[in-house]
């Protein structure tokens, strides 16, 4: 993982189940991350996906992808 020590808790705002990827909404930085599903950790058996409205903890780094100001290097359900 690569770690600029930018972490967060956050709250997951849109997934699109079909491509994988998705948005989180950071919980004491006024930023959106853009999460992509390789960048979840789940065990060797569990499908990488995240649901609106759950809540999570992300390392990111700046700057963002597709038009986000941040990206998810590590995203972790809580």
């Given at each position: 993982?690569?770690?600029?020590?930018?972490?967060?808790?956050?709250?997951?705002?849109?997934?699109?189940?079909?491509?994988g990827?998705?948005?989180?909404?950071?919980?004491?930085?006024?930023?959106?991350?853009?999460?992509?599903?390789?960048?979840?950790?789940?065990?060797?058996?569990?499908?990488?996906?995240?649901?609106?409205?759950?809540?999570?903890?992300?390392h990111?780094?700046?700057?963002?992808?597709?038009?986000?100001?941040?990206?998810a290097?590590?995203?972790?359900?809580?």
């Amino acid at each position: 993982m690569r770690d600029q020590g930018l972490r967060d808790t956050g709250v997951v705002t849109i997934w699109h189940t079909d491509q994988g990827w998705g948005v989180v909404a950071l919980d004491h930085v006024d930023l959106t991350v853009w999460v992509h599903f390789s960048h979840i950790v789940a065990g060797p058996n569990e499908f990488r996906s995240l649901t609106p409205g759950q809540q999570v903890r992300c390392h990111y780094e700046v700057p963002g992808q597709d038009g986000y100001p941040a990206r998810a290097v590590e995203v972790t359900n809580l």
